[in-house]
């Protein structure tokens, strides 16, 4: 990259250099963004392409595996219908996700606090996980019925676990001499807590919103597919039975943004409540 | 100094750590006193018990035997008339520069306006102008732990412990923060109680330093250094500089710390 033959002709001042030197690298870092966002989106391009031309050349049958074009069509067609299925099961996900919140984070407090009420829970608690807790969405169908609450409990159970888990790690993992330096500044143990032991902890509990907000949605649709008349998930059972995969499709596909979106609302959460962190490194969250 | 008080005694110390292979004498009946405003280095082989004196002189942790008393007044819980140093830097990352130090202010409900214009002349004091709203992880090692001497600073506290400050850092940095730490010491006449490996350190900033024997951790002699003050890097090289570092060397060969 190096421009060697005008360098040796006339000596630039190192002003010049610098000059030089910014700009390439501004340039290259423009363009290791631009390659960031137009590979993926070619390698996007040429998997659908490959799918739209096979389908097609191939004859498979649309209710096997519909190309890209026809889910597209199905999604503009039915693009009411998913939006208001959407919104059921994204109010069944941020309730879940809520309760999870709730219940996760003052559970992990009085694990944390309590050596007591630690020793009692935590392996409880721990052991509980072993459970599939899909396995408990019928049984939930049958305590709750069919509306909102059964879905709302099955996103918790699953999404809740992680919340704990992680603020639990977040609260204990810190520095001896963090500690030490709170008692020789004569902090109250609530001010250690407020002002060094919870920020230092904020890390360990974002990763779990972040892996939580994705198991909701999976909670979510588990309870819709077992016991719903609405949602997302009721809809692809909908699509499943009349064979209509190209809806099919359209749901999933509504399923994702809705799961990116949630995501990406938890992270932009993080971002803003810690500042000072480059970037939300990648964390063991990432869908 | 004879005539000035005490401030810090430590009396008949001893620590002992229960272990699987049976009891661990981390501290042997230790024994020194500190003057105000004097400069103590302890110095000493890894493992000779020296961070756990200071720990237990600060109040964070408890001795097995024997007491500390601060004026008089026997110690039984952690000590906040301190500044702490340890050696890690132990900012936190989620704080600037500037309230890193404020951290210190906010916990002692100091004046913050006060304390804000002092945590500044304290940082610029290391060279650290500029840099008051940069948050650690873009600050190199030795900038972080004269943060953190600001820190132990701010509240202009009578007592200083530093727990081997330095020894992360290169030696050019820490020609710099040994010159700093005289000057701003000397200043404000704080009593500094320094942990270190290093022997040059020691002699450099030191009123009086207490050389330890390999575990368990005894005092071997006190050494008083009666070098005139400010201490400059040239004195470095002057034979009193030599003499005494030499004194300290043969203690270390003569309890197989060191072979020749």
Redesign the interface.
Known sequence: MVDMASGSQTLLSIEQVEQRVQEQTRAKRARDRRAELIYPILASAVLLAIWEFGTRALHVPVYLLPPPSSILAATVENWQLLLRESWITAIEILAGYAVSILVGIPLALAIFQSPVFSKSVYPLLISSQAMPKVAVAPLFVVWFGFGLMPKVLIAFLIAFFPIVINTVMGLESIEREKIYLAQSMGLSSFDTFRLIRLPNALPSIFAGLKISITLAVVGAVVGEFVGGDGGLGYQLMVANGSMNTPLLFAGILALTVLGVLAFWMVEVVERLSMPHQEKASGSAGSP | MPETPVYLEVDNLSKVYASEDGPVRALDRVSLKQQRGEFVSIVGPSGCGKSTLL?IA?G?ASSSEGRVLVESKVVNA???D???V?Q?H?L?????ALENVM??A???KMDLKVAERRARELLAAVGLSGFENK?P?SLSGGMKQRVSICRALIHDPPHLLMDEPFGALDSLTRDQLVLDLQRICSERSTAVLFITHSIAEAVFLSDRIVVMTPRPGKIDRIIDISLPRPRTLAMRESPEFARYSREILEVFLARGVLKE
């Open positions: 720990m600060a964070l952690a000590r906040t301190l500044g702490m340890f890690s132990v936190l990352e989620w704080r600037t951290l210190q906010v916990a002692r948050y992880r």
